[in-house]
């Protein structure tokens, strides 16, 4: 399986920072790779697919970059409705397989 | 508007059988793969497999093979996941997701999660 590991676990960043997230995948995967927002008690939103294509009404702050195994998250100026979870996903090859996960809260 | 609607939370014990619904509107059900994924309490996501509503083909996970059965009924857009001999480790909610583009992509809408609780 392919192993996805996500830096770092947990981010801690002040309203308008610039804010990035890492992905690794243990084996390339091209750019089949995408970012989930998951808050609380919710389901995961697509943000980003296809390692760089912003989700339709996803707002433009979010975008995502790499190929192969390297893959970032970034938000362009942090907002207090960003706190969240975010997960990198492959879908590459079966099984699919997600990062742990990464927290990011609000200084 | 595009929703996948669940069933609502189970318990179970040990060594029984639990079975979920996804019902899909606002699309054409046979269009797009319906994934399945769980996410144990503080985990993160675990994919399990897909089944595709045109024909009712499925893959899962090879670590669910054997135990899990996904089914669909067209007439009423809903898929359904069964997962069998049930232990403390299925503790999860289960969410069905919609393939973005048909098959083999990302998950563009998610259902709202199926809390399922396997007790000793």
């Known amino acids: 399986d392919i192993q996805m590991t996500q830096s770092p676990s947990t981010l801690s960043a002040s309203v308008g920072d610039r804010v990035t997230i890492t992905c690794r995948a243990s084996?390339?995967?091209?750019?089949?790779l995408a970012w989930y927002q998951q808050k609380p008690g919710k389901a995961p939103k697509l943000l980003i697919y296809?390692?760089?294509s912003l989700e339709s009404g996803v707002p433009s702050r979010f975008s995502g970059s790499g190929s192969g195994t390297e893959f970032t998250l970034t938000i362009s100026s942090l907002q207090p409705d960003d706190v969240a979870t975010y997960h990198c996903?492959?879908?590459?090859?079966?099984?699919?397989?997600f990062g742990q996960g990464t927290k990011l809260e609000i200084k | 508007q595009v929703q996948l609607v669940q069933s609502g939370a189970d318990v179970k014990k040990a060594g029984a059988s639990v079975k979920v619904s996804c019902k899909a509107s606002?699309?054409?059900?046979?269009?797009?793969?319906i994934h399945w994924v769980r996410q144990a309490p503080g985990q993160g996501l675990e994919w399990m497999g897909w089944?595709?509503?045109?024909?009712?083909?499925?893959n899962s996970a090879q670590k669910f093979r054997g135990r899990v059965t996904m089914t669909r009924d067209t007439s009423i857009s809903t898929v359904y996941m069964e997962l069998n001999r049930l232990s403390s480790d299925d503790t999860a909610v289960y969410y069905c997701?919609?393939?973005?583009?048909?098959?083999?992509?990302?998950?563009?809408?998610w259902g709202q999660g199926t809390m399922v609780t396997v007790s000793s």
């Open positions: 996903q492959q879908y590459d090859r079966y099984p699919y397989t």
């Open positions: 296809k390692a760089s």
């Open positions: 997701a919609r393939d973005l583009l048909g098959e083999d992509d990302a998950f563009d809408m």
């Open positions: 084996q390339t995967i091209s750019s089949w």
């Open positions: 606002g699309y054409t059900f046979t269009d797009r793969y």
């Open positions: 089944i595709k509503p045109y024909s009712g083909g499925t």
